[in-house]
């Protein structure tokens, strides 16, 4: 059975860090895309970062550019999300995907992900 798993969330103040992980079972990641998603209380799921299978090409929201970086470590099975700079605004549930049909670019559009974690939470809060 495919699976996803993210770990690394938790309660952070503003202003500090934390790396979320999404490790696969089942499946090896290097020939997918990778997606982390989020989604708020009440609000639409939203793409912030993807990186393509090869690594290349890497996509930011505007919400994150300049605070979260994506990266993979294909030998390791994981994709990460480096978050620093942590907003409230960025509470959320954390969601990551792979995409099979990424090899070259990424896409922030979640309807081209085949795969998906069950999600974790990051609560930005003093």
């Known amino acids: 059975q495919v699976q996803l798993v993210e770990s690394g969330g938790g309660l952070v103040q503003p202003g500090g860090s934390l790396r979320l992980s999404c490790a696969a079972s089942?499946?090896?990641?290097?020939?997918?895309?990778l997606g982390w998603f989020r989604q708020a209380p009440g609000k639409e799921r939203e793409g912030i970062s993807c990186?393509?299978?090869?690594?290349?090409?890497?996509y930011y929201a505007d919400s994150v550019k300049g605070r979260f970086t994506i990266s993979r470590d294909n030998a390791k099975n994981t994709v990460y999300l480096q978050m620093n700079s942590l907003e409230p605004d960025d509470t959320a549930v954390y969601i990551c995907?792979?995409?099979?049909?990424?090899?070259?670019?990424?896409?922030?559009?979640?309807?081209?992900?085949?795969?998906w974690g069950q999600g974790i939470q990051v609560t930005v809060s003093s």
């Open positions: 089942s499946f090896t990641l290097e020939n997918y895309a």
């Open positions: 995907a792979a995409d099979r049909w990424g090899a070259y670019l990424c896409s922030e559009d979640a309807r081209l992900y085949d795969f």
């Open positions: 990186i393509a299978s090869n690594g290349g090409s890497t």
